[in-house]
């Protein structure tokens, strides 16, 4: 259910067509909720049986057409509704850590490369956030200053925390995770001996 209000919370901000929705989901809400865009196409259409949305056919070129969709009062209320919901959590499914916990039917040297795929994994992550940070505080975040475009003055600067506060949680995250892939490498060694040192 959260890709819905993924997609609401983008919709309120004003109309999109689907490919210009997939294209703001991939860099925007999209690095807090992935789904891919074969899921966003689907999704769209329960919305708009549900009566969330209304999608309105426009003209695109002499003979194209483009579907833009809309949020409705009711979809409006959903997405209201969802925020003042406390979040149901669901039991944690982890499979690094699953794997983690039964390195020892591994090779040191295929733990040691698991966890500094790991290590690799999550800087990526942590580089690309970190980046998002940085526009964030720039304003220079396309999405969200389409956002605070059609927010009264007043309200831009706590759209602004919160969209940092969000990201702050996913650099923190990135951070833990690559400590803990650390600290595996530390007690692979412990365990096992220091890595032998390649010769050429």
Known sequence: MSLRYA?????????LSGYDLQKQFQV?????????????????????????????????GER?????????PE???????????????ARVR?????????????SPAAA??????HIRHWSG?????EEELVRIDARANPMLMRRIESQDPEERDRTVAFKRFG???????ARAEIAWAESGLELVDRLYGAEPVATA
């Open 112 to 117: 040691r490369a698991f966890l500094r795929d």
């Open 7 to 15: 997609l609401l919370a983008l919709l309120r901000v004003g109309p």
């Open 125 to 129: 992550e942590l580089e690309q956030w």
């Open 28 to 60: 925007s809400v999209g690095h807090l909720w992935h789904a891919p865009d074969s899921q966003i196409y689907p999704e769209l259409r329960k919305m708009e049986n549900d009566g969330l949305v209304v999608g309105e056919d426009q003209a695109r």
């Open 94 to 106: 982890e499979p690094a850590n699953l794997k983690a916990a039964y390195l020892e039917a591994a």
């Open 167 to 173: 990201y702050e949680g996913l650099v923190a995250r």
């Open 75 to 89: 979809g409006d209320q959903d997405y209201l509704r969802w925020m003042e919901e406390p979040l149901p959590y």
């Open 64 to 72: 194209g057409t483009r579907r833009v969709y809309h949020v409705t």
